[in-house]
């Protein structure tokens, strides 16, 4: 103790001196610590730029900077499918100025405008047909919300059926479409009910089914698929099925006898088809022995007078006769996709 008395100034001195030395070495520690995470971040930093490195394409160098080149990539591709929605994809409009009453007088404008059109160009239609929308156009209440989507579909309907009529088909025999949460959800015949509506989140974009059967020839199904691939939108048809249409399914329907309406004196020029026997008989159309006499029957015309049917004389070519095809009516039946965008 005497000593520390007669030493106190140099006791202080060692303590303050152990103190620091413990603040020195808490620091150390500390920032060893930092050191060896920071050490760990350049190592994992260091690990990435090799694996980079050894990537192909290379990230660039001086002279080629391929990320940048990446970046420009990505901004053509951008630009690009921003020009191909703008003129290729219509836009779902969403407007809180349409209401129930709009789209019902929009309903049965567009029904009724086509049903002119039709009848001008002579489309035969089914008797009150609705292309689709018979029960909406039963319907008295609609819910706003869903009004836009069932807009879209009108205007779908509307552009396939004027690409039918515009391509004066011989008859249209029904429209079926994609239904909608407005619709009936047991469906119907005017639904494809395995085609339900779908919607792409990644692009914004909904997509609608339609089916369309119409009679005609092939040149009229050429017309229809053009206009479809120039109107505005995006129309894609994704399957054509065809069958002969024949004169039963056009005149009587299923299991119906196929009549005519043509004069008797028509058919009897082409060997009395579909004549009352007693009628050919009584003019003279029926063979010896009472069978079919063909085209002119027992006439037989006066002396010196040419018959007015005669073979016709094949030109001495060398060749063989050309074949004669004689086209049938076919009832074809497209099923057709609509994909539109829900914002631009």
């Known amino acids: 103790m005497p000593w520390i008395k007669k030493n106190l100034g140099l006791v202080l001195i060692g303590v303050v001196a152990l103190g620091l030395l413990g603040v020195a070495g808490y620091f150390l520690w500390d920032n060893m610590q930092k050191a060896g995470e920071s050490a760990a971040k350049l190592q994992e930093q260091t690990d990435l730029l090799n694996q980079l490195a050894e990537r192909k394409p290379h990230p660039g160098t001086d002279k080629l900077n391929n990320i940048e080149a990446a970046k420009q990539d990505v901004t053509r591709v951008t630009n690009f499918l921003s020009e191909l929605k703008s003129k290729h994809f219509s836009i779902i409009q969403v407007s809180n100025t349409v209401d129930p009453s709009t789209y019902k007088s929009k309903l049965e404008n567009t029904i009724g405008n086509l049903e002119r059109a039709a009848k001008n160009v002579s489309v035969s239609l089914p008797p009150q047909f609705n292309f689709g929308f018979g029960d909406q156009r039963k319907k008295v209440e609609f819910k706003s919300k869903y009004i836009p989507l069932l807009m879209s579909q009108l205007e779908d309907v509307d552009q396939i059926a004027k690409a039918l009529i515009a391509a004066r088909v011989n008859q249209v025999i029904s429209f079926r479409r994609s239904p909608t949460p407005d619709d009936p959800e047991i469906g119907g015949e005017e639904y494809l009910m395995h085609y339900k509506l779908k919607t792409n989140s990644t ?142």
Request: with cysteine; net charge neutral.
């Open 203 to 344: 692009v914004d974009a909904i997509s609608s089914t339609y089916e369309a059967t119409f009679v005609g020839f092939s040149a009229e199904l050429a017309t229809v698929m053009e206009a479809l691939l120039r109107a505005p939108g995006c129309f894609n048809v994704k399957s054509v099925s065809m069958e002969v249409f024949s004169t039963t399914d056009e005149q009587s329907g299923e299991g119906g006898e196929s009549t005519t309406s043509m004069p008797s004196s028509v058919l009897s020029r082409y060997g009395g088809m579909g004549m009352d026997p007693r009628m050919a008989a009584r003019y003279g159309l029926l063979g010896r022995g009472g069978g079919a006499g063909g085209r002119m029957g027992n006439y037989r015309p006066p002396m010196g007078m040419t018959p007015m049917v005669q073979a016709v004389q094949q030109p001495q070519t060398g060749k063989a006769p050309g074949t004669h095809i004689d086209e049938s009516k076919v009832k074809f039946k497209l099923l057709i996709e609509v994909v539109k965008l829900t914002k631009a």
